[in-house]
């Protein structure tokens, strides 16, 4: 299983955290570069996370486009470093990753 995340400088947090709870492969596209428009979700992605520090708004749109018409789940998180459960949030990314 890979979680792709897109944007953000610093995805540390995630990386750790999808380890600890026996997830495999995190891959990161920083949203910086230009090409990163051009990039499509790999194949053996199962969620897609949007870190909103330094991303688009046409590479936010065209990842979570595409991920919904393949039906993966798509968590968007304020910043990368703070990662945290969510109180009450049905769809949370803590939540999905503590639970898989």
Known sequence: MAI???GGDS??????RARAGGHG???HWSGRK????TKS??????VVVVVLDRVNHTLARKVRTEATRRG?????QKRGRQ????DHRPL???????SK
């Open 92 to 98: 949370d990314l803590m939540h999905w990753l503590d």
């Open 41 to 46: 979700i790999p194949k053996d992605t199962e």
């Open 4 to 6: 792709l995340v897109v």
């Open 11 to 16: 995805v540390d947090a995630i990386t750790q």
């Open 72 to 76: 993966l789940p798509v968590f968007f």
């Open 34 to 37: 230009t090409r990163d428009l």
């Open 83 to 86: 990662v945290r459960v969510a």
């Open 25 to 27: 492969c995190v891959e």
